[in-house]
């Protein structure tokens, strides 16, 4: 079985740089609290390094 990742959106993109808001519409999350699960891969790892302050993450 492979492993996912619960990613959330906790805090505004308002404020965040170009690349972190494109970051975090290619994970799937556009309003606050919305949550995604992921594969747990280097791809998707390398973007939550990028919003890594603007989400939570729960590896299940």
Known sequence: MEKTLEITLVKSLIAALPNQKKTAKAL??????KTVEKADTATIRGMINVIAHLVTVVEK
């Open 28 to 33: 799937g999350l556009s309003k606050l609290n």
